[in-house]
């Protein structure tokens, strides 16, 4: 079936580092979603793009609907503890069913 | 509070033992569904509903059954558990608009299969 690739896997940063996360496709999506999950939690939505090129934030989160609608992208500015957790890509084709990528973990440095 | 309610949180079951994973919500939305999670993997559409009296499969619906009796309910039953099976299971569910937006998920129920 249809698949995601969602790099990086995992993610070691210092407190206040900005972070970058991306999804690739080989099929074009009509929107893509941004997803965190805590331990013990289901997922939760951070962000929804709906056109290619849009960019979207909320608070220090941004991301981004590629041009082609092949591709998204997540940044995190200022990273702060409460960031750690697993941000999972999520696309979404003419059939209405949602695609997911593999997950980023993102871990705090001591 | 509003939202998905799953229950089991966790359960151990043997090989080909049966079960059902209970999913509700209270929100009054159409759409409801099941995933798998599993590690390294992205959630995995098991089999979802577009309404009562409506279900179809997903990308891995084999082993698994599902019903919609009412708008609040969506069950999940393992028929003859598999070590296979063995997983995060979330339900989520959203209005059917169409689009994705608003999809709200349960906090999941772990299984393992011994």
């Known amino acids: 079936g249809q698949q995601l690739n969602q790099s990086p896997q995992s993610m070691f940063i210092q407190e206040g580092e900005d972070v970058s996360m991306n999804c690739t496709s080989s099929?074009?999506?009509?929107?893509w979603l941004w997803y965190k999950q805590d331990p013990g939690e289901g997922p939760v939505l951070l962000i929804a793009l709906y056109k290619a090129g849009e960019l979207t934030s909320n608070g220090r989160l941004t991301a981004q609907f590629g041009i082609t609608r092949k591709d998204s992208f997540l940044n995190i500015s200022a990273s702060i503890p409460s960031d750690v957790g697993i941000y999972f890509c999520?696309?979404?084709?003419?059939?209405?069913?949602?695609?997911w990528g593999a997950g980023t973990k993102l871990i705090i440095k001591p | 509070n509003a939202g998905v309610t799953q229950t089991p949180k966790f359960q151990v079951l043997k090989t080909g033992q049966s079960m059902t994973l209970q999913c509700a919500q209270d929100?009054?939305?159409?759409?409801m569904s099941w995933y798998r999670q599993d590690p390294g993997m992205g959630l995995r559409l098991i089999h979802y509903s577009v309404g009562a009296g409506i279900t179809d499969q997903g990308e891995v619906p084999n082993g698994y059954n599902v019903s919609r009796s009412t708008t609040e309910d969506f069950p999940l039953r393992l028929l003859s558990a598999a070590p296979s099976q063995t997983s995060v299971y979330f339900c989520?569910?959203?209005?059917?608009?169409?689009?994705?937006?608003?999809?709200?998920f349960g906090s999941g129920t772990r299984l393992t299969v011994v």
């Open positions: 929100m009054n939305h159409e759409y």
């Open positions: 999520a696309g979404q084709g003419s059939n209405y069913q949602l695609i």
């Open positions: 099929s074009i999506f009509n929107t």
């Open positions: 989520a569910s959203r209005l059917n608009t169409g689009i994705p937006y608003g999809y709200t």
